[in-house]
């Protein structure tokens, strides 16, 4: 369930081009007319603004925001301008040139996604960078991390419903043996977790909470500070349950001393589209603070408004 | 360049199939006049004829085939009838199912075709199997070939021409050293031939050659009886220079006491409409003898026919 609110008569994309021209001409920018029409329009309304923009001026809207925003408005304002698998490529990118080993960009974008998202994602990729982003995420990781980032990115899992029960059952047990023995990179482990499709391993992992007594994710938490296991267990919530995965993206970066700008934007401009929705009733339910109170506690001005916009804040 | 030969007026889907269905009616089946249409239709021709016999006669052609057809001939006229993409994944599911070290074919579909080609044989693969092909190929391989085969399936290369000769340089001297240490599974030498466009391992086998003096196949020949060495070979093979590789499957498949049918079938019908004009000039250069000859004398009936067919001989 998306956040995103657009007016009931949306305007031609050629008026919307229009009145953007006249937000970027003269003495300053209009900000406040920015946000009016670009936090308020899906994704396909935006792909053909940027179409149009570059038809009628011969600039591409995104250089030009470039040129006349700045700092954290100007991040929300192109991220969540860019189509969304341009945005998965350039987010991805990004990650990879400046990888440690506690970025979760990648998984998030290899598991929260549906297979096709991330095929598209890919595509983009070539497109933009002319490498395969499977390449350059091999080529930026190592150990570990590589054994399990690779095969992610890589993955075009099937997207039926169906769940082998018997597979549930034998693979469960792979799993926990793995955990047990503390191999927590074992190529059986990151098979399963890299090729099956996401019904399959949540019917496993049901089956391994059913036998093994707890949530893998407990299982995983041995050592709280090793961040390859932090990384698998982002991977197993970026798969069966995405909402609750950001959900606590949002309030680790709210909560950070200083807020975690990059991570709030992300997960914004990622999730009004898809889900945002029910990310925001897990952050109440966990946090007790709606996510706009929080939200607006944490940043100011025009980036406070744009993403009270896109988390589908009353007045914005 | 393609050996198949499509009549100057091609009839229409309707009038194929039914002539197809004449083939089939009454007592026998006439294999001649099913060569004489099936053999000569395009991929898109042949799928148009399959649905319309699908919408005409209520009836799978596929299944008809199946019925109608024993053996050789019908293992290749079938192949031949599916669409390039579905009979990749038919095959790549064969293959893992009875999959053996000694087996390429997954080399084959994972570097011989275009990125773009590999993919839509991905998603035949969810279509028909409800599962992943990588899932299945990691579930169903072990040890350094599992290593290697399921990032190769996996892969979705950059399709560009583009070649970064500071990578080319850095990556041979990788490839060198962990085959000078006979580490022919490490994760480098895997991730290289694994991930990067073909262009770009062009560039860096070619750089290879240049700076230690042979091809890298010549080094990965240290044992010739080791069947990982073989498959790594099959895969420099398949991404670099196809045709070759798919002459020799042929010479070994012909010489083979007793012919391996099933090799021989496999490439005339992935490689009729793509090269199989250069893939006979190299068997011809490398055996002395034109392949129709050599296929003629190996087989007979209707399957040296269709193949003979297939392979554009004069009077097929």
């Given at each position: 369930m998306s956040t995103l609110t657009v007016p009931a008569q949306v305007p031609s994309a050629a008026e919307d081009c229009e009145q953007l021209r006249k937000a970027f001409?003269?003495?300053?920018?209009n900000e406040e007319l920015i946000i009016s029409i670009l936090a308020h329009r899906n994704a396909a309304q935006r792909k053909s603004i940027r179409q149009t923009y570059a038809e009628t001026y011969k600039e591409d809207l995104l250089k030009v925001l470039d040129k006349e925003l700045t700092n954290d408005f100007e991040r929300v304002v192109k991220l969540w301008t860019l189509d969304p698998a341009e945005r998965d490529a350039f987010l991805a990118n990004e990650a990879t040139k400046k990888?440690?080993?506690?970025?979760q960009v990648l998984v998030e974008i290899a598991c929260a996604r549906s297979p096709q998202e991330l095929l598209l994602a890919r595509q983009a990729y070539h497109a933009r960078f002319k490498k395969s982003l499977e390449e350059d995420v091999a080529h930026h990781t190592t150990g570990d991390f590589r054994k399990l980032l690779v095969p992610l990115v890589s993955s075009y899992r099937y997207d039926g419903d169906e769940a082998n029960m018997t597979l549930a059952k034998t693979e469960a047990k792979i799993l926990h043996e793995n955990i047990l023995k503390k191999a927590y990179s074992h190529e059986d482990l990151i098979r399963i977790l890299a090729t099956r499709s996401k019904a399959q391993i949540n019917a496993t992992l049901n089956r391994y909470k059913n036998e093994f007594g707890q949530d893998i994710n407990k299982d995983l938490k041995?050592?709280?500070?090793d961040e390859f296991l932090a990384i698998l267990r982002a991977t197993v919530k970026c798969l069966t349950c995405p909402e609750k995965y950001f959900g606590k993206v949002l309030r680790l970066a709210i909560n950070k001393r200083g807020t975690d700008e990059d991570g709030l934007t992300r997960v914004v401009v990622t999730r009004a589209e898809v889900d945002m929705q029910v990310i925001k009733e897990v952050f109440y339910k966990r946090n007790t603070v709606p996510l706009d109170h929080a939200i607006a506690k944490d940043t100011r001005g025009d980036y406070e408004k744009m993403l009270l916009a896109l988390t589908g804040h009353r007045d914005a």
């Amino acid at each position: 369930m998306s956040t995103l609110t657009v007016p009931a008569q949306v305007p031609s994309a050629a008026e919307d081009c229009e009145q953007l021209r006249k937000a970027f001409s003269g003495w300053g920018t209009n900000e406040e007319l920015i946000i009016s029409i670009l936090a308020h329009r899906n994704a396909a309304q935006r792909k053909s603004i940027r179409q149009t923009y570059a038809e009628t001026y011969k600039e591409d809207l995104l250089k030009v925001l470039d040129k006349e925003l700045t700092n954290d408005f100007e991040r929300v304002v192109k991220l969540w301008t860019l189509d969304p698998a341009e945005r998965d490529a350039f987010l991805a990118n990004e990650a990879t040139k400046k990888w440690t080993s506690s970025n979760q960009v990648l998984v998030e974008i290899a598991c929260a996604r549906s297979p096709q998202e991330l095929l598209l994602a890919r595509q983009a990729y070539h497109a933009r960078f002319k490498k395969s982003l499977e390449e350059d995420v091999a080529h930026h990781t190592t150990g570990d991390f590589r054994k399990l980032l690779v095969p992610l990115v890589s993955s075009y899992r099937y997207d039926g419903d169906e769940a082998n029960m018997t597979l549930a059952k034998t693979e469960a047990k792979i799993l926990h043996e793995n955990i047990l023995k503390k191999a927590y990179s074992h190529e059986d482990l990151i098979r399963i977790l890299a090729t099956r499709s996401k019904a399959q391993i949540n019917a496993t992992l049901n089956r391994y909470k059913n036998e093994f007594g707890q949530d893998i994710n407990k299982d995983l938490k041995a050592d709280p500070k090793d961040e390859f296991l932090a990384i698998l267990r982002a991977t197993v919530k970026c798969l069966t349950c995405p909402e609750k995965y950001f959900g606590k993206v949002l309030r680790l970066a709210i909560n950070k001393r200083g807020t975690d700008e990059d991570g709030l934007t992300r997960v914004v401009v990622t999730r009004a589209e898809v889900d945002m929705q029910v990310i925001k009733e897990v952050f109440y339910k966990r946090n007790t603070v709606p996510l706009d109170h929080a939200i607006a506690k944490d940043t100011r001005g025009d980036y406070e408004k744009m993403l009270l916009a896109l988390t589908g804040h009353r007045d914005a």
